[in-house]
């Protein structure tokens, strides 16, 4: 089974700022995808982000970008010019190949992490 | 074009009770999967479902059970409530043939409490 692990409860930034959480994750697959979500007050989860293991190139969706390293399982997610309204809580997220046999379909999702925005 | 969307928004049940918790899908997506959410952790899987039948199920009880509909709506029902039942549950919706790249698309959440 796989696991995702966000070692960060909570974060601070100065808006403007630059931030960046973090995110490993362990699997014995060789091919899955990752996401991060954000989830408002309002608690829906919105997708900020997306990576495909098998590319190496690092995702970006505009100020939102991410650091992964595939052989250390890693997976951060940098936000550039902090807004406030970035305040959320950040989850990370693993997904199986579907049909691949490794597991549910569903999300393997991290404890997350709460991100505070100073003005 | 409708997101998805969860009835009730929030729940007070009694311990022992049942309870059915109702999402429909966004516009155009054929499958839903339930997440339970407990205070300040991440979701967790419950279970999927596709053409009316579950397909994969995570590590709950079969005191949770499901049901999808004809028009891809579903029901997540829920028997004998314990106390350890009380979360935020997270319906959310794809479609079978697309881009797992995409993720899903969730709904706003059943806040559940069980007293």
């Known amino acids: 089974a796989q696991t995702v692990t966000q070692s960060q409860p909570e974060m601070s930034v100065q808006e403007a700022e630059t931030v960046t959480l973090s995110c490993t994750y362990d699997t014995s697959e060789s091919d899955y995808y990752l996401f991060w979500y954000k989830q408002p007050p309002s608690r829906q989860m919105i997708l900020v982000i997306r990576?495909?293991?098998?590319?190496?190139q690092n995702a970006t969706e505009n100020r939102f970008s991410v650091n992964f390293q595939k052989a250390a399982k890693s997976f951060s997610l940098k936000i550039s010019d902090s807004q406030l309204g970035d305040a959320a809580m950040y989850f990370c997220?693993?997904?199986?190949?579907?049909?691949?046999?490794?597991?549910?379909?569903?999300?393997?999702f991290g404890k997350g992490t709460h991100l505070i925005i100073q003005p | 074009d409708a997101g998805v969307t969860q009835s009730p928004t929030h729940l007070i049940k009694t311990r022992g009770q049942q309870v059915t918790l109702r999402c429909s899908p966004k516009?155009?997506?054929?499958?839903v999967s339930w997440y339970q959410q407990a205070l300040g952790q991440g979701p967790q899987f419950i279970f999927q479902?596709?053409?009316?039948?579950?397909?994969q199920r995570g590590n709950f009880p079969d005191r949770f059970s499901g049901h999808q509909f004809p028009n891809y709506s579903s029901e997540l029902n829920v028997n004998a409530l314990l106390l350890g039942d009380s979360a935020l549950y997270l319906c959310?919706?794809?479609?079978?043939?697309?881009?797992?790249?995409?993720?899903?698309?969730f709904g706003s959440g059943t806040r559940l409490t069980v007293v």
């Open positions: 516009s155009g997506h054929d499958t």
């Open positions: 479902y596709y053409e009316e039948e579950e397909r």
């Open positions: 990576q495909e293991a098998y590319k190496q």
């Open positions: 997220a693993y997904r199986s190949l579907p049909y691949s046999g490794g597991g549910a379909d569903g999300l393997t």
């Open positions: 959310a919706s794809s479609f079978q043939s697309g881009d797992p790249n995409y993720g899903y698309t």
